[in-house]
Structure formats: structure tokens, C-alpha cells
């Protein structure tokens, strides 16, 4: 992932909220979670994971106190969510289990394959569809054979009525997640802007071809 503007977004203070703003939402990604863990249930007991884009490491810290022999590389090139993440991981004893690597994927040093990995709300920052399908490709270059990628972004075709359907129950829940006003309306000026909001079938497709490009990954898409 080369895409430098997104970091900006994390800074410091922000990324300190993070878990905070949008703990209203926690069911959501509890639900992620579990069917992350159904998923991976199946690799070794020694599995290396791979979490691209892990900022606070929620789903790295979930993993790790499911399956306490796994090891865990956590990419994020917004250095105050990657300290946060380091933090919780030492926090809650499983950071010697974690490498932590400040920057994206094109600087992470080469090492074994990953068994699996996950790459949660990170490639719909990416705005061209070359680019994603780019990402996607650096992430299966890293895996065993037969792993699993477990990817989850923002989708829609924005010039759909399913697309307003859909995003008057995403301002609901932000509502409820009690994000201010101002902010919510960035949020909505930023898709198709800032966030590439592209349809589930082009996501699908893009993800698709790079498996069957590297003809050695298994795609789990959400």
C-alpha cells in the first residue's frame, strides 16, 4: 500500500478516541471478529498471522487471546494508531507474540509466509482501482499456499438506490455511535472523494483475479 494521504487522518489525538468513538458499534465488530476466528480455526497451531492495516489491533488482540501459540505481524503506517496497538498488546501480555512494523507493505522486511491474514476498513482508502487490485496482490505475494485473506471495506455503488438505502443506516448508526454532526458530515463528503466506494461485485472481482493470479491463496471477502 503506497497511499500516504490516509495516514493523516490518525493522528495522535484521534487514534487515543478511536475505540472509544465507535464503542456503541462494538457488536459489529464482535461479529467480524467471530467469523474471523471461525475462519483461521483450522490453521496450525504455530500459524504466523499477517494483520495488514491493524491499527489499534483489535482484531490482532482478539486472535491472539483465542489462539495462544500464534505469532502476529502487525502492518500500520500511522505510527500513533500502531503505538496504541503496541501498547494494548503489551497490556494484555501477548506482545512478545507481535512484530510491529510502522509503514506499509512495500517496506516490510521479507520474512517466512504468513499462514493467513487480514486486512479489515484499509483498501477502500485506496482510490484507483490499479492500485487496490496492486495492494491485494503485495498481501498474496506473502502467503503460504492455501492461506486465508480475510478482507472487509466500505462497498456501494454510490449511484444505486440500494447505495442511499444503505447509507441512511450508516448515518443511523453513526448517529447512535453519538459521532458529532460536523464529523459525520466529512465522513459522507469523503466517499468517493477520500474513500473509494466501489460495488461488492468490483471488490469482489479485483480480490478474485489476484487469487487466481497467485493460483495459492484462499479469499475470504466481507
Known sequence: MNNQESTFAFDRERASSYDERFAALAPLRDALHLL???IFS???EDAHILCVGAGTGAELIYLAQNFPQWRFTAVEPASAMLDICRQKSEECGIASRCTFH???LD???ASDYFDAATCLL????????DERSKFFQQIAARLHPHAYLVSSDLAGDMDSLEYQNLLTIWLRMLNFSQVPVAEIENIC???GKNVALLSPQ???SIIAKVALENLHCSIKAF
Do not use: D, T
Not at 122 to 128: N, T
Open 107 to 109: 517496506s516490510l522486511p
Open 122 to 129: 484499509v483498501s477502500h482508502f485506496i482510490m484507483q482501482e
Open 42 to 44: 483450522e490453521l496450525p
Open 189 to 191: 463528503a469523503a466517499y
Open 202 to 204: 468490483i471488490v469482489e
Open 36 to 38: 474471523i476466528r471461525l
Open 102 to 104: 510502522q509503514g506499509y
